[in-house]
């Protein structure tokens, strides 16, 4: 029944505190909307798809479920293919590489084109761990 804001990240220098990679079972910080400047997460639930954005909306991807978190919710993938069904930059579905590796918990990266390009042109639209 539509989109639930379930983590966020104030602006600034570092990503999310955040170490579940994406599997939802963080929980911290007071649940807020996307434009106020405070930093959590709830548990996320059942759920199929994820909406990444950034906070103005400008930049956005929508992925299933499990693209990001690999088939099962445990799979390790690095620099491998993810399928991609809209984001902001194509209406068309798409391939990008990412990165979800086993004891790394800053994974997973996810990003609008490959994490390699997306680095430098500020594409990156999440990663965890307070990595910056």
């Known amino acids: 029944s539509g989109w639930r804001l379930v983590r966020r990240v104030k602006a600034g220098p570092t990503w999310h505190p955040a170490t579940d990679q994406l599997l939802g079972t963080d929980a911290y910080g007071s649940p807020s909307s996307h434009t106020a400047a405070n930093t959590f997460s709830v548990a996320f639930g059942a759920f199929t798809?994820?909406?990444?954005?950034?906070?103005?909306g400008a930049k956005w991807l929508i992925a299933n479920k499990d693209e990001v978190l690999g088939y099962g919710g445990d799979g390790s993938y690095a620099d491998?293919?993810?399928?991609v069904l809209r984001s902001s930059v194509s209406d068309e579905p798409y391939a990008v590489r990412w990165y979800r590796r086993a004891g790394n918990t800053e994974d997973p990266w996810v990003s609008l084109a490959d994490h390699s390009e997306a680095i430098n042109a500020g594409d990156i639209l999440y990663g965890g761990n307070g990595y910056g």
């Open 49 to 56: 798809q994820f909406l990444f954005a950034t906070g103005d």
């Open 80 to 83: 491998s293919p993810r399928n």
